[in-house]
């Protein structure tokens, strides 16, 4: 793996606003995991413009296999932390799979994610899409276009398998909740079974990101939910067709954030605020004058020890548009979202929605209190430290008090119906009301035995 790390004397440090009120960090020669994908983004800026070495930070940049060998790294001490999933944190503090308490002080983004299928499924699916004057289909498309393909297929005796990043994945999610908004069963999981294909109509399973394309291309999945640059690649391989966006079906959802051990927090509190500080720093210049930086981003994305895609691939989300079939090119300014709408604010309601998710499909077996969802927000997600931090950055003439959210109760504001593919608002106060007003999945005190959903 190739690693990058700051190497600067200290007596060279250039005396910035930044430097001058520097914390005293409590360790400052750090490791930081990501996986290849552009949400990695913050990160990457962080190192290149010099904002973590204003902070009195030498760290080094390190791309892991996979997602759990990188969640296995944050727990065990060999990375002080990393790029993570956001149900990674939750899923581990509350002992799905690998147990660990890992906190976030920082949203590394919105959006950024889309589903593609085969050149073969999407030729099936275009029978079932509306298209408009000038021929194009009409987004955001449903997966109710898929239903009969996906039937057709079942009637076969054919599974109908696709592609998703890690069972606690925001893609996983995604997959599973534009499935079920279009009628299609993506599954259950169960303390004994832990495929998550309980009673599904669409098979899902594990493809770590750059393998999505070469996967669907081999016809081992016949379409996956994966983060940029991978369902661009597949447009220009020619192999396959993004059918929606993660913006499309749910505006300004949360994606990423950054992970690290409550232990290592607890440990080194100034460090932490000292990391956040320069995230929040990246994630501002990532967005600033209507993302002018983005061609600049796209070029540091594109080299080998970041995420190692060609330059076009990666520009085709990253700078404002999203390219569907072939040519079928539209603009979408907020494809990636790295600090406008508050995208860096640790949010409780965005934590309270991934377990709602794991509830639903079973990754938590048994019905919770609204208290319950509250709490273990609370325990992962940081707004403390994420606020310190922006108050230490309004302190060293960095930024300005309007550019963040201090007047949050920690939840956001319900999200409309009209921001949901499938009409159903989202209130992160009320967890279980929202579970009950969902058709497909698991709610009140219903529970899997065996094959079969009980009560």
Not at 358 to 370: N, T, Y
Not at 414 to 427: C, F, L, N, S
Request: net charge negative; hydrophobic share 40%.
């Amino acid at each position: 793996m190739k690693c990058i790390s700051f190497i600067l004397a200290a007596t060279t440090m250039l005396v910035t606003p930044a430097a001058a009120e520097m914390l005293d960090v409590e360790k400052d020669e750090l490791k930081f995991g990501f996986i290849k994908l552009t949400d990695m983004a913050p990160l990457a800026v962080a190192y290149e413009k010099g904002y973590f070495e204003d902070e009195g930070l030498f760290v080094t940049l390190e791309a892991q296999a996979n997602w759990k060998v990188l969640l296995d790294g944050v727990i065990s001490g060999t990375l002080d932390g990393a790029h993570m999933l956001a149900g990674q944190p939750l899923a581990a503090t509350i002992g799905f799979g690998t147990e660990a308490h890992i906190i976030t002080p920082f949203s590394m983004d919105l959006n950024g994610n889309g589903i593609t299928v085969s050149n073969e499924i999407w030729t099936q699916m275009k029978e079932h899409i509306p298209h408009d004057t000038d021929g194009k289909p009409v987004h955001p498309i449903s997966a109710a276009a898929l239903k009969p393909v996906v039937e057709k297929y079942k009637s076969e005796g054919k599974p109908f398998n696709m592609g998703m990043v890690f069972p606690v994945s925001t893609h996983n999610y995604e997959l599973r909740y534009w499935l079920a908004a279009g009628g299609l069963q993506p599954g259950y999981y169960s303390p004994e079974n832990v495929t998550g294909q309980i009673g599904a109509d669409v098979l899902l399973s594990v493809t770590p990101p750059p393998q999505m394309p070469a996967t669907m291309e081999a016809g081992t999945i016949y379409g996956y939910c994966v983060g940029e640059p991978w369902n661009q690649q597949a447009v220009f391989k020619g192999i396959g067709v993004p059918v929606i966006t993660d913006y499309e079906l749910w505006k300004n959802n949360p994606e990423k954030v950054f992970g690290l051990s409550a232990q290592f927090q607890e440990e080194n509190p100034n460090t932490t605020i000292a990391i956040t500080k320069a995230l929040i720093r990246a994630a501002m210049w990532l967005d600033e004058n209507d993302n002018a930086n983005r061609p600049e981003a796209v070029e540091i994305l594109s080299r080998s020890e970041y995420v190692g895609a060609d330059y076009e691939v990666i520009a085709n989300s990253m700078t404002g548009t999203f390219e569907y079939e072939k040519g079928d090119k539209r603009e979408v300014p907020d494809f990636n979202v790295f600090f406008r709408h508050n995208a860096t604010y640790p949010y409780y309601s965005d934590a309270v929605w991934y377990l709602t998710q794991m509830r639903r499909w079973g990754q938590i077996a048994e019905a919770k209190p609204d208290s319950w969802y509250d709490e273990v927000a609370k325990s992962v997600y940081k707004p403390d430290i994420y606020l310190a931090a922006a108050k230490s950055l309004i302190d060293d003439g960095l930024a300005t008090e309007d550019m963040f959210d201090f007047v949050t109760d920690g939840y956001k504001a319900a999200t409309p119906a009209a921001d949901v593919i499938d009409g159903i608002p989202y209130d992160g106060k009320q967890p279980n009301a929202y579970l009950e007003s969902l058709p497909i999945g698991l709610k009140g005190d219903q529970v899997l035995d065996g094959n079969q959903v009980k009560g």
